[in-house]
C-alpha cells in the first residue's frame, strides 16, 4: 500500500505543477468525436449548474468558454430511453471527450481529467491483481486506495470527485473515514455545491457511524404513548419500514424469526414506520404478525428520527447493542442471524 501511495503522491504533484501552468488562462473547450452518438442530447453542468446543452451533429459536439474557477461537473447523455453521465473536470485548456466503446465516454485532454482517468484505470488495474475478489471487496478495496489520495491531496480537485464516486454514492462506505476526509479539503472549495452537500451529509452519516452512541429519541407506540426507540442492556434492531415497501414487508418474515430465535438471549426490535396513514400502517402489523415494538409519529421523510439516523431508503436497520451502540446497520436478516449467533451464542 505504501508504494501506491509514492505513486499517486508523485501522479498528483505532477498534474498539479501542470494546473498551475495552465491557469495563466481562464478559457476552456469541450471537444467530443462521437460518430456512434449522432442524435444524443448532451448537457453540461459544472458544480451541479447546466451551463450547455446540445444535440451530437455530424459526430461533432464542442463548447467553449471562460471559467471562474476550476470545479468538478458532468457531462450528461440522453439517447432513446438511456441516460448516464461522466464526471468532467472544469478548468483551463481542451477537454476531450472519447468513445471508449461499451457505452462507456471519457473525458482526458487537460491535468484534472487526465489525472482522474489513470487513476480510475490504477484502481481497477490493483483491484484486479487481487485474487478472488468479489464485487463488494473490489469496490472495498478500490476505495481504501480512493481514500489514500484524497488524504494525500486534499487540495486536488480530483479529490472532492472521488469522495462524491466512493462515499457519497456509496451508503455503506465508513462513515466515520467519509467524515474526516471531506474535512481534509482546501478551504477554496467549500463553496462547491458537492462539497457542501457532502460536508452536511457526512455530519449526518458521522452521528449513527458504527462505534458510535445511537440517537436516544421518543416516538408514540400504537397506543398513543411516548416509548423509546432502544432500552439498556439487550441488543435492538431499529428497523425503518413502511406499509407501502414491498421490499420491507419481504423482510418482516424473516425478522419474525430472528426475534422467535434470539428474543430470550435478549434480542429485541424496534420497527419506525414511515407511513402516514395510520389505518394502513396498523394493518400491515397485524398482517405481517409482526409482535415486537411499533412507532411512529406520522410525519415521513420529515420526521425528525428518520433524519437523526439518516434514512434516506428503506428497508434501512440498525443494530445497537446493551450499551446502546452501533455495532452493525443496513444488514439483511441472514447477516444478523450470523452476527446474533457469534455475540448472544457465546
Not at 474526516?180 to 452519516?205: C, G, I, P, W
Not at 435478549?266 to 402516514?276: K, N, R
Request: charged share 20%.
Amino acid at each position: 500500500m505504501k508504494k501506491h501511495l509514492i505513486y499517486f503522491s508523485l501522479l498528483s504533484l505532477f498534474f498539479n505543477n501542470h494546473i498551475v501552468f495552465a491557469q495563466q488562462n481562464n478559457w476552456t473547450s469541450v471537444k467530443a468525436f462521437l460518430p456512434r452518438w449522432n442524435g444524443a442530447e448532451i448537457s453540461l453542468f459544472s458544480d451541479s449548474q447546466l451551463v450547455y446543452k446540445a444535440v451530437v451533429t455530424k459526430d461533432i459536439f464542442s463548447f467553449t468558454s471562460s471559467i471562474g474557477k476550476v470545479s468538478n461537473g458532468s457531462l450528461l447523455v440522453k439517447t432513446g430511453k438511456r441516460s448516464f453521465y461522466i464526471p468532467v473536470f472544469w478548468e483551463p485548456g481542451t477537454i476531450k471527450i472519447r468513445d471508449a466503446g461499451s457505452n462507456i465516454l471519457v473525458a482526458y485532454g487537460t491535468p484534472s481529467n487526465d489525472l482522474y482517468f489513470q487513476l480510475n484505470k490504477s484502481f481497477d488495474s490493483l483491484a484486479q491483481q487481487q485474487k478472488n475478489l468479489s464485487f463488494a471487496e473490489a469496490l472495498k478495496f478500490k476505495r481504501r486506495l480512493a481514500t489514500a489520495f484524497i488524504q494525500n491531496n486534499p487540495s486536488s480537485i480530483v479529490s472532492v470527485q472521488l469522495l462524491k464516486d466512493y462515499f457519497y454514492l456509496v451508503s455503506e462506505a465508513d462513515d466515520t473515514v467519509y467524515f474526516s476526509s471531506v474535512h481534509l479539503f482546501d478551504t477554496s472549495f467549500n463553496e462547491l455545491f458537492y462539497v457542501k452537500e457532502m460536508m452536511k451529509e457526512a455530519k449526518q452519516r458521522y452521528a449513527t457511524a458504527l462505534g458510535r452512541p445511537a440517537p436516544s429519541l421518543q416516538l408514540n407506540d400504537m397506543s398513543g404513548r411516548l416509548s423509546s426507540l432502544y432500552e439498556g442492556g439487550c441488543y435492538t434492531l431499529i428497523d425503518f419500514w413502511a406499509s407501502w415497501c414491498l421490499p420491507c414487508r419481504k423482510e418482516n418474515t424473516a425478522l419474525k424469526k430472528l426475534f422467535q430465535k434470539y428474543m430470550e438471549a435478549g434480542f429485541s426490535i424496534t420497527s419506525v414506520s414511515l407511513d402516514a396513514n395510520k389505518l394502513l400502517w396498523l394493518s400491515a402489523v397485524k398482517q405481517d404478525k409482526l409482535l415486537w415494538k411499533q412507532l411512529n409519529d406520522f410525519k415521513g421523510w420529515n420526521s425528525p428520527t428518520i433524519i437523526s439516523y439518516g434514512v434516506t431508503a428503506i428497508p434501512m436497520n440498525y443494530l445497537i447493542n446493551r450499551d446502546g451502540v452501533i455495532i452493525a446497520k443496513n444488514l439483511h436478516a441472514e447477516q444478523i442471524d450470523i452476527l446474533l449467533a457469534n455475540i448472544l451464542k457465546q
